[in-house]
């Protein structure tokens, strides 16, 4: 079974501009969960969606935005790029939300110049 | 303060020895706790999941005490493969909502 995939694996950007991060979970899972972890730190949750909605949001600005699509892929965007955005995204499936364990993709990793 | 705290390290061992990594969380509302290894510009992979019971996976055991708000890592018998940075996981989710909370992770290095 294929696991968890994120598209594009690597990405450069310029500040203010913008970008948009995918994210198909493992066959079955229905919710997804976007990370960012940047340099020497353990990822921060930025988003976890189930069933289309958002079920929870971590400190970030609103220049962070994501939507889950009918077959439970994800998008991450990010507005107005910063040189601090710069970090590996990754992006989380499971089975439900709640306490079920979550299962990563490889990650984009986002540089801002 | 971190809500989960562990120390970074870098734990370096000897191929063979037994190394212990601890972990704590200031919130008492988690309701899940986990391990995942981290090798380097790698996604974390789950390495097991920790209960009240305490859980073993051939070298590795894991234990959870929910009164002093402490996890632990337990790995027998290093091997070089080990080599990685280890994340302590708090999920404070509920129902369909899931949160993963992680440490900054600790390194270890095992040495031939």
């Known amino acids: 079974d294929a696991g968890v995939t994120q598209s594009p694996t690597h990405l450069i950007k310029t500040r203010g501009q913008q970008v948009t991060l995918r994210c198909s979970p493992i066959?079955?899972?229905?919710?997804v969960s976007w990370y960012q972890q940047v340099l020497g730190q353990g990822p921060q949750f930025i988003f976890q969606y189930y069933e289309k909605e958002e079920r929870g949001r971590g400190n970030f600005p609103d220049r962070f935005s994501a939507r889950q699509f009918p077959n439970y892929s994800s998008e991450l965007n990010v507005n107005a790029l910063l040189l601090g955005d710069s970090a590996l995204y990754l992006c989380?499936?499971?089975?439900?939300?709640?306490?079920?364990?979550?299962?990563f993709g490889p990650g984009t990793r986002l540089t801002v110049t | 303060r971190k809500e989960v705290e562990q120390d970074p390290g870098p734990f370096n061992v000897p191929e063979g020895a037994t190394v212990a990594f601890n972990c704590t969380y200031s919130?008492?509302?988690?309701?899940?706790f986990f391990w995942y290894r981290q090798d380097c510009r790698k996604e974390p992979k789950l390495l097991m999941s920790?209960?009240?019971s305490g859980n073993e996976d051939g070298r590795f055991t894991a234990q959870l005490n929910r009164a002093s708000q402490y996890i632990s890592l337990l790995i027998r018998d290093s091997k070089l493969s080990d080599s990685a940075t280890y994340l302590c996981v708090v999920n404070r989710g509920s129902g369909n909502t899931g949160k993963l909370i992680f440490g900054q992770g600790t390194t270890l290095q095992v040495k031939p």
């Open positions: 919130n008492s509302a988690s309701q899940s």
């Open positions: 066959s079955g899972h229905k919710s």
């Open positions: 920790v209960y009240s």
């Open positions: 989380a499936s499971s089975f439900v939300g709640g306490t079920y364990e979550q299962y």
